[in-house]
């Protein structure tokens, strides 16, 4: 079955950096389109960067765009999100995520990312 697993969370300082992976197995990795979201307590679970598969074509949501960078590699089965310049705001639970063709979500258990000084 399918099966995501994230890793890479941790405490940074604002303007920090982090590097979040993503390894997936139990489905031709290759043919899917990836997602990072994120979630904070008490607000809904939020895109923040996805790739598509066949070309790898990239989108952001507004508040991380210019700082996020989603890339995947379908040779090892990874999707990462390098986060540059972190800000307080980003602080957040990171969850990697696909969507078979009968729309049904997979997701990680989900990397913590923590911004403060």
């Known amino acids: 079955q399918v099966h995501l697993v994230e890793s890479g969370g941790g405490l940074v300082q604002p303007g920090g950096s982090l590097r979040l992976s993503c390894r997936a197995s139990?489905?031709?990795?290759s043919d899917w389109t990836m997602r990072w979201f994120r979630q904070t307590p008490g607000k809904e679970r939020e895109?923040?960067?996805?790739?598509?598969?066949?070309?790898?074509?990239?989108n952001y949501a507004a508040p991380v765009k210019g700082r996020f960078t989603i890339s995947r590699d379908n040779a090892k089965n990874t999707v990462d999100l390098q986060m540059n310049n972190l800000k307080v705001e980003d602080t957040a639970v990171y969850y990697c995520?696909?969507?078979?063709?009968?729309?049904?979500?997979?997701w990680g258990q989900g990397t913590q990312v923590t911004v403060s000084a």
């Open positions: 895109v923040v960067a996805i790739i598509t598969a066949a070309e790898s074509l990239t």
């Open positions: 139990g489905f031709t990795f």
């Open positions: 995520n696909t969507r078979n063709r009968q729309g049904d979500d997979y």
